[in-house]
C-alpha cells in the first residue's frame, strides 16, 4: 500500500490472523478515507494493468458476500464493486465503487465496531448508512 501512498493502511499478519483485532490493536488497521483514496487509485489510476484493473473490478462486482449491505441499498440503474470484511471484536466493513450510466464512480468505505452486536446488525447498520449517502448524493 505505501508504494501507491497510502501510509495509514496497516497490513501486518496473514488471514485469519489479521481478522482478530482487540480495541488498541493498530495491526492490520486502516481508515476509510485510505481504503477509498487506495481502491479509487487501485480501479482507476495506474496501478494495475487495465486488464488486471478489468478482472479485479469484475471480481468485485461479482462478489456476493455483500448482497445485505450497501447492495441492498443501491439505487435503481447503479452498479457496485465491493468487498467487506469482518473481525472477532465486532467489526464490520466495506470498501467499493458505485457508479451508474450518468455518474462518475464514488468511492465508499464504512467501517463499524460494535462489541455485543451481530454480524447481521452491523451488517443493518452500513445498509443504513448506504441509504442516507445515496440519497444525499443524489440529493444534490
Not at 99 to 128: C, G, M, Q
Amino acid at each position: 500500500m505505501r508504494s501507491i501512498g497510502d501510509t495509514v493502511t496497516r497490513s501486518d499478519r496473514y488471514e485469519p490472523e489479521l481478522t482478530v483485532n482487540p480495541v488498541d490493536d493498530l495491526r492490520d488497521t486502516t481508515t476509510p478515507d485510505a481504503m477509498s483514496k487506495s481502491i479509487k487509485k487501485i480501479l482507476t489510476g495506474a496501478v494495475l494493468s487495465d486488464s488486471s484493473k478489468a478482472q479485479l473490478k469484475e471480481w468485485m462486482v461479482n462478489n456476493k458476500v455483500a448482497d445485505n449491505m450497501l447492495r441492498a441499498s443501491l439505487p435503481k440503474g447503479w452498479k457496485i464493486a465491493d468487498r467487506s470484511g469482518a473481525s472477532d471484536y465486532g467489526v464490520r466493513g466495506i470498501t467499493s465503487m458505485v457508479w451508474s450510466n450518468n455518474h462518475d464512480p464514488v468511492f465508499i468505505s464504512i467501517y463499524v465496531r460494535k462489541a455485543d452486536t451481530s454480524l447481521d446488525e452491523r451488517s443493518a447498520v452500513i445498509r443504513t448508512l448506504g441509504s442516507h449517502i445515496f440519497d444525499e448524493y443524489l440529493s444534490h
